[in-house]
């Protein structure tokens, strides 16, 4: 009986051990989450106080998204900011790609030069790169063109390090057999490697997306028109014009965060895989 109670005594302990950790949790998402629900709630709401926590199921109405959607016509900016992503997303996955590969399977001179200048690199700001970017776009005639917003953004140091370290976990025998069986340099990579670090890609895929998505500085120096603007900064001068209808603010930006959602449930599993793989290595 004794080892009948001592079961039962470890049994209710783990039980409730586990409902303290889910209570825990739960809180923690919830004080994470605040400020989305909060913003999401406000751009349910028409005409009242958005510090006012009180909410009613009468009080909500969808017609702050149908407002902005009508004043900013919406679809525009929505795609002037999936061509620069998509744009920017290609690029950096196709290139980095490319440079990695020699760096992690490649024996040349100058190979562990290259890759601590790529190291060192990644501790300059983004801003103190902008002045020499947009010298760089003004020569190339580039400016208010989108490729002036994609270039810069394009070709991540990140990105390139974090393919090389995923380049470095794919089975050498792979790339003998390949050699053995005839392939190039480029079958070997485009048939061999990529498909060994799809969840690496994916994790480019995310932060670029979210990088590129939620752009707002630089497409105002480069675009003259305000009718290039990508969603995030369009959203700025919404921000402007309709300060005292924080409503329509709220639904324009919960409008733009839905893509960035989805974006990463599609590609979470690729993601939480590589991210696994890089704390084992």
């Known amino acids: 009986m ?7 005594k470890i049994k209710t302990k ?24 909060w913003l999401l709630l406000s751009s349910l709401r028409t005409g009242a106080n958005i510090y006012d926590l009180h909410f009613s199921l009468s009080s909500f109405s969808f017609a702050n998204y149908t407002g902005v959607m009508e004043f900013m016509k919406l679809h525009k900016y929505v795609w002037n900011t999936v061509v620069i992503t998509f744009g920017a997303i ?3 996955v196709v290139f980095s790609a490319m440079c990695a590969y020699p760096l992690a399977t490649m024996n040349f001179k100058g190979k562990n030069f290259v890759f601590g200048v790529l190291v060192a690199t990644m501790i300059i700001p983004a801003a103190a790169g902008m002045i020499i970017n947009y010298l760089t776009i003004s020569r190339m005639n580039l400016l208010d063109n989108v490729m002036g917003v994609i ?10 390090i974090l393919l ?18 005839g392939a190039g340099q480029f079958l070997t990579w485009l048939k061999v490697m990529l498909p060994g670090i799809i969840p690496s890609i994916s994790t480019v895929v995310i932060f670029d997306f979210i990088g590129n998505w939620n752009a707002f500085l630089w497409p105002i120096i480069i675009f003259k028109s305000p009718e290039k603007y990508p969603l995030a900064t369009a959203l700025q001068y919404l921000n402007g014009s309709f300060s005292y209808k924080f409503g329509y603010v709220a639904a324009g930006t919960i409008l733009s965060i839905i893509p960035v959602l989805i974006v990463f449930m599609l590609c979470q599993k690729n993601y939480i895989e590589a991210v696994s793989g890089a704390v084992k290595g």
Do not use: H, M
Not at 16 to 21: G, V
Not at 25 to 34: F, K, M, R, T, Y
């Open 164 to 181: 090389r370290q995923a380049y470095l976990g794919v089975p050498k025998e792979l790339i003998d057999a390949a050699k053995i069986d």
């Open 90 to 92: 290609a690029i950096d």
């Open 14 to 37: 783990v039980i409730i051990s586990n409902l303290i950790s889910y209570i825990l949790l739960i809180v923690i998402a919830i004080i994470c989450a605040g400020p989305f629900i």
């Open 151 to 160: 270039l810069p953004s394009s070709v991540k140091t990140f990105s390139i």
């Open 2 to 8: 004794s080892k009948v109670r001592l079961k039962k």
